[in-house]
């Protein structure tokens, strides 16, 4: 796909890298925090990879997200972008998240297992931990 099916206004702000193939954003930042790239087209604020994949593939439906799949926040390539459910694409981030979902045991080395783990405010914890502790601060 070419960027070239861009309107001059955004095309300018946009190089493709290419070894990657990513298509760089050099552009503004939208939100200079998060680091994605950001325009105003049409009277609206945009987020650059959301605008560019909206003009060259389509809308996104506003249940969905765009994954950056090649992990480059100010890529704007379509090819590099999919549209997923918002759980989706924090599980395949490198996150906080993701990373303690894929962890098996917690520090002590206990087993997540169903019977030793409970959630709690979206968190998750090891009863034989919690059970240590509890019996410790009863005796105090």
């Known amino acids: 796909m070419s960027w070239s099916g861009l309107p001059f206004q955004i095309e300018k702000y946009v190089v493709p890298e290419p ?29 650059s990879h959301r605008l560019a994949y909206t003009l060259l593939r389509g809308p996104v439906a506003p249940d969905l997200t765009l994954d950056h799949l090649c992990r480059n926040r100010i890529c704007c390539n379509p090819d590099h972008l999919e549209p997923v459910a918002r759980g989706i694409n924090i599980a395949r981030g490198i996150g906080v998240a993701p990373k303690n979902a894929l962890k098996t045991h917690c520090p002590q080395g206990h087993e997540y297992t169903e019977t030793n783990t409970y959630v709690w405010k979206s968190q998750r914890f090891c009863r034989t931990c919690h059970n240590v502790y509890t019996r410790k601060n009863r005796k105090k």
């Open 19 to 47: 070894n990657s193939g990513c298509w760089l954003w050099v552009g503004g930042l939208r939100d200079k925090k998060e680091g994605y790239g950001g325009c105003g087209w049409q009277g609206k604020i945009w987020r």
